[in-house]
Nanobody
Framework: QVQLVESGGGLVQPGGSLRLSCAAS????????MGWYRQAPGKERELIADITSGGTRRYSDSVKGRFTIPRDNARDSAKGTVNLQMNSLRPEDTAVYYC???????????????WGKGTQVNVTS
């Protein structure tokens, strides 16, 4: 019903930057929360950053101060896009990054909880 497509992953050296983007499409009535998770090899998937339709952002301690969801995404998240600006990348940031969104489908009578397929980020020298 709701599809999420990520883009922007790749290979970067420690200290570098990347910007991830996620676009939602489908039978969307509203988006309540949209954000990013990551999963490194051998580890559980973890929430790193998200934004509500009202513009409230939260970040995990592991990325706070380095990763941001741009301020203008408060509007864009309600429309179905969310970006993640990643600065000062470290080797431990290497993971598959997944976009996630929850909200209501058209008609407003049922919800969705959707995931993208993920985009690989490799931080290595």
């Amino acid at each position: 019903q709701v599809q999420l497509v990520e883009s922007g992953g790749g290979l970067v050296q420690p200290g570098g930057s990347l910007r991830l983007s996620c676009a939602a499409s489908g039978r969307i009535s509203s988006i309540l929360v949209m954000g990013w998770y990551r999963q490194a090899p051998g580890k559980e998937r973890e929430l790193i950053a998200d934004i509500t339709s009202g513009g409230t952002r939260r970040y995990s301690d592991s990325v706070k101060g380095r990763f941001t969801i741009p301020r203008d995404n408060a509007r864009d998240s309600a429309k179905g896009t969310v970006n993640l600006q990643m600065n000062s990348l470290r080797p431990e940031d290497t993971a598959v990054y997944y976009c996630h969104a929850t909200g209501l489908v058209e008609g407003g009578l049922s919800g969705y909880d959707s995931w993208g397929k993920g985009t690989q980020v490799n931080v290595t020298s």
